[in-house]
């Protein structure tokens, strides 16, 4: 059944929730920020601009302080531990850049870095609407320094003017490079997230069945094809297990009938917890033999399956109330108000049965 696998393997709103949506697309910015700085620390070597080659290396260390530590030795304080890394991440781009910018000349491209700053909203911490625009507002007011301060117009190293240009070019490149990596592992991430999220709200959080608000948003657009058989399963008598065993038990109850319900339909049958006690089949068969059977077959598995709940055996059975209307003609909440009809038709007339409307005829089956 596509419902049943749907929820075994969909990663919870919850688990993406604690793992930090913020903190695992941060991660990536810190790996690639270690990285990219390795790369500086040789390549200011072998300019013989030592300076900015031993704070490359402090870049460096901090970076992997910031992954490891963290990665390693969580903080038990998650807003805590966003907000040191946000802090480390934004001191290390704003100081290296503005450096960089002073030492080699505006020219040579660093200033782009800081754009990062302004743009990348998972470099900053969520949580403090304060902090991520005091940040914000410090980096633009970096670029607007670096470009009108005079202190920034010359190069202050035996680089080459020609080696200048390289850089300015080489560096505007893995601007580009880092935030088109980042913004599309935002996105990746965002979309699983949205998905992730879309297939919680449309599930039933006790049975993992779909809800009746997934079948009313399918079955009212206005692309949707009805079904060709709407079955509305009660449990009977379901109040006396909640005032008898408890609403605890009531719960398990409703757990392990959607468990049986989701054993006996196939891919084709879209099964949701339509509410309380209430289950609903939507069927695409064409074959209303088959619809039958496989209801008179859930019904059976009710009946004789006993259920233990606090080392108290219980029984209960349930009354299935279906329509069909094979020519697509009927609408879904046609076939909807058919199968509550039959429903109640087969609870008036001594429940734990199946009762069956073809386009207003209702036979009792009993197969």
């Not at 020609?162 to 991430?189: K, Q, R």
């Amino acid at each position: 059944m596509k419902q049943q696998k749907m929820i075994s393997t969909a990663t919870t709103f919850r688990e993406l929730e604690e793992a930090g949506f913020y903190w695992r697309i941060g991660s990536y910015a810190l790996l690639i920020g270690g990285s990219v700085h390795i790369g500086f620390i040789f390549l200011f070597a072998y300019l013989h601009v030592w300076e900015l080659s031993f704070f490359n290396l402090i870049s460096v260390a901090m970076y992997w302080y910031a992954i490891f530590g963290f990665i390693l030795r969580p903080l038990h304080n998650e807003k805590e531990k966003d907000a040191k890394i946000g802090w480390i991440v934004f001191a290390e781009l704003l100081s290296h850049n503005l450096l960089a910018s002073y030492i080699l000349g505006r020219e040579s491209g660093f200033v782009y870095y800081i754009f990062v700053l302004i743009g990348l909203p998972f470099f900053v911490d969520a949580y403090a609407k304060k902090i991520f625009f005091l940040r914000k507002i410090t980096a633009i007011g970096a670029v607007f320094f670096v470009e009108f301060c005079p202190c920034f117009d010359t190069n202050k190293t035996d680089v080459t003017q020609e080696m200048i240009a390289l850089m300015h070019y080489g560096n505007l490149l893995l601007f580009l490079v880092v935030i088109s990596m980042l913004t599309y592992v935002y996105a990746d991430n965002a979309q699983a997230y949205q998905k992730v999220l879309r297939e919680e709200s449309d599930t039933d959080a006790l049975t993992g069945l779909y809800n009746r608000r997934y079948v009313l948003r399918k079955q009212l657009a206005p692309s949707s094809i009805p079904p060709l058989a709407v079955a509305i399963l009660d449990i009977d008598h379901f109040k006396q297990v909640n005032d008898t065993f408890g609403h605890h038990c009531g719960d398990m109850v409703i757990r392990q009938i959607a468990a049986e319900i989701q054993k006996a339909v196939d891919d084709d049958t879209t099964a949701c917890r339509w509410g309380g006690e209430e289950f609903l089949l939507l069927y695409q068969t064409p074959d209303p033999l088959k619809i039958e059977q496989n209801l008179e077959a859930i019904r059976q598995r009710i009946e004789t399956n006993t259920m233990v709940c606090g080392g108290q055996a219980i029984r209960v059975t349930l009354t299935a109330g279906a329509a069909y209307d094979l020519s697509h003609q009927s609408a879904f909440d046609v076939l909807l108000l058919r199968a509550d009809k039959a429903l109640y038709s087969g609870k008036t007339n001594g429940r734990n049965q199946v009762c069956i409307v073809n386009e207003g005829r209702e036979h009792k089956g009993w197969l």
